[in-house]
C-alpha cells in the first residue's frame, strides 16, 4: 500500500521512521505527544463519548477559547474545513473573487475552488512573506474596474510570522471587504501583541501533525458570537435542522472534530507556551551558528512576535554556490529533512490559469529559501546535528 502520509507528519518514534542503520531521522516539525495526552485520550475513552460530539469538544474549545481572548471557538477535523467554514460563513458564491496568497500551502485556497469561486493571487512583500498590501489594493481596484469586486481577502501568516495585518485591514475596511485570517501555521505568534487568529473576526488554525499543537488532525474557527458559532456548528454536522428527524434544506458537512482528537488537543494546550518558546529557542540557534555572508534568517517585522513554526534560511547562490534543493538534497544524505519554501501556488498547474499580482518576491523565496527542522521535540544534539551538518556542506 502506498503511504499518503506526509513525511513531516510521521512521528519519529514510528516504527518507519528508524529502519535504516544510519543517524536516526531528524524531521521537519515532528508531533510529539506522552503521558499527558494519553491520560487526556484514557478519560475520553472511560466517558464513552468516542464521537465527534460531547463534553470534551466542549472543554477543548473553552480552553482554547480562554488562551484566544475570549473568542467563540468551533473545533473541526481539519485547517482546510476551517478556511471552508469562513468562506461559507462570508456568503462566498461561485465565480466570486477572493485575495489569495501565492506564498502559501494549497489550503489556503483550495476551499476556494471547492466553492467554484475564482482566487486571484497576490504575491509577498519582503518583511513578513504575507500578502503585500499594496498589491491586495492594486488587485482590488483592477478587478473592480472589471465589475468584480473581491468578496474576502486571505490573509496568512506564513512560518508563523504575522502578516502585515494593520495595512491590510486599513486596506479591507476601505473597500468594504471581509478578512478570513489563516493563522493555521502561527499558533502562539503576536501582532503588536495580540494574538494571531485573533485580529479579525474570522480566523482559522490547524492542528496538523505538524503544527505548533497537534490533534493527529483538527483545526479551529475562531470567531466572534454565538450566533456565528451556531451557523457554523450547524454547518459543520451536515446541517441538520432541530426537528426529530432528520431533514435538510441546505448542505452540510461531517467537519466536527472527534473527542478523542480534543483529548489530545487538551494535553497539547498545557505545554503550549513551552512549544513556542523551544521552536523561538531552534530559530535562535541555527541563527547563531550558521550566519555568515550569504546565509541570513528570516527576521520579520519589528512590530510582531513570531511562534517560529518553521526556521527559515534563506541563501544567496551567487555568494554560496549553492542553492536550496543543493542543500536540501545534502541534509537528506544525512537523514535530515527539510522543505523548499513554498512553490507559488499560481505557477502550478491547478492554478495557473488564476491572474496573480507579481513582485516577484514569491518566485525569489521558493529559490532561496529552505525551512530547517524545528519542532519542539528537537533536542539541542539534533539541532546541533543539522547545524553541523550544514557547516561541513558550507566548507
Ligand atoms: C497556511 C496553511 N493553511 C491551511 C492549512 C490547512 O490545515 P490542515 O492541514 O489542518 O487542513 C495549513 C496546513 O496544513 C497551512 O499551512
Known amino acids: 500500500m502506498v503511504s499518503t502520509l506526509r513525511t513531516d507528519q510521521r512521528c519519529p518514534n514510528s ?10 531521522r531528524i524531521y521537519l516539525s515532528a508531533p510529539s505527544a506522552g ?23 466542549d472543554k477543548f474549545e473553552n480552553v482554547l477559547s480562554d488562551y484566544f481572548d475570549g473568542k467563540r471557538v468551533l473545533v473541526l477535523n481539519s485547517g482546510t474545513a ?3 467554514l469562513g468562506l461559507k460563513l462570508l456568503g462566498i458564491q461561485p465565480g466570486d473573487k477572493v485575495i489569495c496568497p501565492t506564498s ?26 504575507g500578502s503585500d498590501p499594496d498589491l491586495i489594493e492594486e488587485a482590488i481596484l483592477k478587478e473592480s474596474t472589471k465589475g468584480e469586486i473581491p468578496v474576502v481577502i486571505l490573509a496568512m501568516h506564513n512560518y508563523g510570522m504575522p502578516c502585515q495585518m494593520k495595512r491590510i485591514q486599513t486596506i479591507a475596511l476601505k473597500h468594504g471587504i471581509p478578512i478570513l485570517e ?25 492542528f496538523n501533525g505538524n503544527k505548533i499543537i497537534t490533534t493527529g488532525g483538527g483545526g479551529a474557527l475562531l470567531l466572534q458570537d454565538d450566533d456565528m458559532y451556531s ?7 451536515q446541517a441538520n435542522e432541530v426537528l426529530p428527524y432528520y431533514h435538510h434544506i441546505t448542505l452540510g458537512y461531517n467537519y466536527r472534530m472527534s ?31 550558521l550566519i555568515h555572508e550569504g546565509i541570513s534568517f528570516f527576521q520579520g517585522p519589528k512590530n510582531v512576535e513570531s511562534n517560529r513554526w518553521l526556521s527559515l534560511m534563506l541563501i544567496d547562490q551567487t555568494k554560496m554556490g549553492f542553492n536550496n534543493i543543493d542543500l536540501k538534497r545534502h541534509l537528506e544524505e544525512n537523514n535530515i529533512e527539510s522543505r523548499i519554501c513554498w512553490q507559488p501556488l499560481h505557477v502550478q498547474p491547478l492554478y495557473q490559469q488564476y491572474d496573480c499580482y507579481e513582485n516577484g518576491n514569491a518566485k525569489w523565496l521558493f529559490e532561496s529559501g529552505l525551512c530547517l527542522p524545528s519542532g519542539s521535540g528537537l533536542s539541542d544534539e539534533e539541532v546541533g546535528r543539522v547545524i553541523q551538518v550544514i557547516i561541513e556542506y558550507m566548507k
Open 104 to 129: 502559501s500551502f494549497c489550503a489556503t485556497t483550495n476551499p476556494v475552488l471547492y466553492e467554484k469561486a475564482i482566487p486571484v493571487f497576490v504575491d509577498c512583500e519582503i518583511e513578513s512573506f
Open 182 to 206: 489563516d493563522a493555521a501555521e502561527a499558533m502562539g505568534s503576536k501582532f503588536e501583541g495580540q494574538l494571531t487568529g485573533t485580529l479579525t473576526d474570522f480566523g482559522i488554525l490547524s
Open 15 to 24: 516504527p518507519a521512521a528508524n529502519t535504516v542503520a544510519r543517524p536516526a
Open 231 to 237: 451557523k457554523a456548528l450547524k454547518l459543520a454536522t
Open 82 to 84: 476551517a478556511i471552508h
Open 259 to 289: 473527542s478523542v482528537a480534543a483529548g489530545i488537543g487538551l494535553g497539547q494546550m498545557e505545554t503550549l507556551e513551552e512549544r513556542v518558546m523551544r521552536r523561538k529557542e531552534i530559530f535562535r540557534m541555527y541563527e547563531d551558528q
Open 35 to 57: 503521558e499527558r495526552e494519553l491520560n487526556k485520550i484514557k478519560k475520553v475513552i472511560e466517558s464513552g463519548w468516542i464521537a465527534p460530539a460531547g463534553p470534551h469538544l
